[in-house]
């Protein structure tokens, strides 16, 4: 199970929590430090079953200043999208859990990181 966080994000820090309260084996990803590559983004929205305007920080000034409001959202405007959450990886939704069985959860509320745990292995956290 890997967790991407920006440690700033009260979501974050509150899903961390959970996992540490559950006892969850998972890798800690501080995105922000660490961006995703667009083939990354890739899979997880495939994992999620997601579009990455989805998960798309829409509010966020780089947004606005990128006119993201604006921007198609279909197939062909798709890979625009993916490469601006590359490129920009403060507007990517947070924090996302990948569980163990190949799907993934956007973890903003308990419930969602609940059913990550339950998809994910236990033992303990792996890193940070």
């Not at 929590?17 to 990803?29: H, I, M, N, S």
């Amino acid at each position: 199970m890997e967790i991407w966080i920006n440690p700033a994000c009260s979501k974050c820090r509150s899903a961390v929590d959970l996992l540490d309260e559950e006892g969850a084996q998972y890798t800690v990803r501080r995105y922000l430090e660490e961006p995703p590559t667009a083939d990354e983004l890739r899979a997880v929205l495939e994992r999620l079953g997601l579009e990455p305007w989805d998960i798309t920080r829409t509010q966020e000034a780089e947004a606005k200043e990128l006119g993201v409001a604006s921007w198609e959202r279909s197939d062909a405007g798709r890979e625009r999208w993916i490469e601006a959450l590359a490129a920009h990886p403060r507007l990517i939704q947070r924090p996302i859990i990948t569980a163990d069985d190949g799907t993934a959860v956007v973890g903003r509320s308990e419930d969602a990181v609940r059913s990550a745990l339950a998809r994910g292995a236990q033992g303990g956290p792996a890193g940070s």
